[in-house]
């Protein structure tokens, strides 16, 4: 899998990222996996190292030297999931300084082939900033919602080989 700024491989080809992305979840999302909230990101991420074909699964973005860049989750657990079974991207991430440089669209396209080789036929996001990026990856606005005070946007999008 190729990302547009680094090369995408699955989280557990790279042990080693693990506490980094821990980091990155608390610093990001504090509030879910900060000391008062209710999220285990050493939980989450390992449950992703299991490999194979079973959710959830991890994708991280490495640059030229190896480097985590950003990482994506696929889930069957998401804000919106109750509504829609199914695959879910999760906790796309890149850090900020990297923002707009092409990794987050490169990890979404490795998500989406990583769903369709689960064999997944479409796949949703929610989403409080990212839309953009979607519709960029010619996903549709499906739903909208409100989580823990938070307006979120559920994007969809069917997959094809």
Not at 46 to 72: E, H, M
Request: glycine fraction near 10%.
């Amino acid at each position: 899998m190729q990302a547009d700024a680094g090369r995408v491989t699955a989280l557990e080809t790279v042990p080693g990222a693990l506490e980094r992305l821990e980091a990155w979840f608390v610093h990001e999302w504090p509030e879910w996996y900060g000391p008062d909230g209710a999220g285990d990101a050493p939980c989450d991420l390992k449950a992703c190292l299991q490999g194979g074909s079973r959710l959830p699964r991890c994708l991280v973005s490495l640059d030229g030297s190896g480097d985590v860049i950003g990482t994506v989750s696929l889930r069957d657990t998401s804000p919106g999931s109750d509504r829609y079974p199914g695959v879910w991207v999760t906790a796309l991430l890149v850090p900020a300084p990297l923002r707009r440089s092409g990794i987050g669209t490169g990890l979404v396209s490795a998500a989406e082939a990583e769903a369709l080789r689960l064999g997944f036929s479409e796949i949703y996001a929610s989403t409080a900033n990212a839309q953009s990026l979607f519709r960029r990856r010619d996903w549709s606005f499906h739903d909208s919602l409100r989580t823990r005070g938070t307006a979120l946007d559920i994007f969809r999008k069917p997959l094809q080989a």
